[in-house]
């Protein structure tokens, strides 16, 4: 049984910084693709960025400059370090890896932990 295991909740100043992670157990072989997306109060599930298994990033433009996505294969971990945060940031964060397990390959979600950025 695979599980994605998130960072708590984090409360941010604007401007502030915050890093997520999530680690990934259970009978897995592989992991493709590594990823972090969004859902805001009343907006729609987004894309913030994507990481391969060479390390190709991908992220969205609402981020870009400012968030990094990295990995740590052996600890089949998935970061998000967000930086220069701005109130528009908050939403509930899940990560996403599609991978390869002893049965079959698919698309797995974390539980998701939320992000607030706050005066």
């Known amino acids: 049984q695979v599980q994605l295991q998130e960072s708590g909740p984090g409360l941010v100043k604007p401007g502030g910084s915050l890093r997520l992670s999530c680690a990934a157990s259970?009978?897995?072989?592989?992991?493709?693709?590594m990823g972090w997306y969004r859902q805001a109060p009343g907006k729609q599930h987004e894309l913030v960025a994507t990481?391969?298994?060479?390390?190709?990033?991908n992220y969205s433009d609402s981020v870009k400059g400012r968030f990094t996505i990295s990995r740590d294969n052996a600890k089949k971990t998935v970061y998000l370090q967000m930086n220069s945060l701005k109130p528009e940031d908050t939403a509930v964060y899940y990560c996403?890896?599609?991978?390869?397990?002893?049965?079959?390959?698919?698309?797995?979600w974390g539980q998701g932990t939320q992000v607030t950025v706050s005066s």
């Open positions: 990481i391969t298994s060479g390390s190709r990033t």
């Open positions: 259970g009978s897995i072989f592989s992991i493709y693709v």
């Open positions: 996403n890896m599609l991978l390869r397990t002893a049965a079959s390959s698919g698309n797995y």
